[in-house]
Nanobody, 127 residues
Framework: QVQLVESGGGLVQAGGSLRLSCAASGRPFSSYAMGWFRQAPGKEREVVAA????????YYADSVKGRFTISRDNAKNTVYLQMNSLKPEDTAVYYC????????????????????WGQGTQVTVSS
């Protein structure tokens, strides 16, 4: 089992940047595919970005391509989400999630594919 703790959320003006971090504890970190999701009030949770256990494969939602970057440091048991050129529509609670995978090259996309979730961190982008 893995425990996840997010940090780095906050209030930022449109066009600004934030970096979210998610620290994991438990089994070897590379044995988990990781994802960042977000949920705005009244909306369903949606995938923002995902990364394979090795970090060699990444996925981005169309709405964040070119603005957000997911990365991981397996030595530090941490996954990051660098968010640039933020827009008011990026406002949401952001969650990191983990799913144990048999091969480090594997990646997971949808919320239902992840078993472990952090508590979430609020990101608010003002116009």
């Amino acid at each position: 089992q893995v425990q996840l703790v997010e940090s780095g959320g906050g209030l930022v003006q449109a066009g600004g940047s934030l970096r979210l971090s998610c620290a994991a504890s438990g089994r070897p970190f590379s044995s988990y595919a990781m994802g960042w999701f977000r949920q705005a009030p009244g909306k369903e949770r949606e995938v923002v970005a995902a990364i394979s256990g090795s970090g060699g494969a990444t996925y981005y939602a169309d709405s964040v391509k070119g603005r957000f970057t997911i990365s991981r440091d397996n030595a530090k048991n941490t996954v990051y989400l660098q968010m640039n050129s933020l827009k008011p529509e990026d406002t949401a609670v952001y969650y990191c999630a983990a799913e144990e995978i048999p091969y480090t090259s594997m990646i997971r996309f949808g919320p239902s594919e992840y078993d472990y979730w952090g508590q979430g961190t609020q990101v608010t982008v003002s116009s």
